[in-house]
Nanobody, 120 residues
Framework: QVQLVESGGGLVQAGDSLRLSCAAS????????MGWFRQAPGKEREFVAA????????TYADSVKGRFTISRDNGKNTVYLQMNSLKPEDTAVYYC?????????????WGQGTQVTVSS
């Protein structure tokens, strides 16, 4: 079982930056691929980014590629999402996820989410 707690969300203006953090409570953090999903009001949940167990590989949704960066610190059991050049369409609840597989689809473990609101 992995518990995930996100932090760092908030209200920002278009063009600003924000960094989300996700702390994982597990002794085997380095055995999990990590990722981020988001869900905007009235829309389906969508994949944002994922990172492999060692951080050697990453993958991004086309909508955030070049603006968002996912990273991890296995010594701190934490994964990050650096979001730059934010747009109003990035407004959503952002969820941290964990899974033994490196995937862009289903994940076994989910956090409670953190709200990101980007004003125009």
């Amino acid at each position: 079982q992995v518990q995930l707690v996100e932090s760092g969300g908030g209200l920002v203006q278009a063009g600003d930056s924000l960094r989300l953090s996700c702390a994982a409570s597990t002794r085997t953090f380095s055995r999990y691929a990590m990722g981020w999903f988001r869900q905007a009001p009235g829309k389906e949940r969508e994949f944002v980014a994922a990172i492999t167990w060692t951080g050697s590989s990453t993958t991004y949704a086309d909508s955030v590629k070049g603006r968002f960066t996912i990273s991890r610190d296995n010594g701190k059991n934490t994964v990050y999402l650096q979001m730059n050049s934010l747009k109003p369409e990035d407004t959503a609840v952002y969820y941290c996820v964990a899974d033994p597989r490196f995937t862009r689809s289903s994940y076994d473990f989910w956090g409670q989410g953190t709200q990101v609101t980007v004003s125009s």
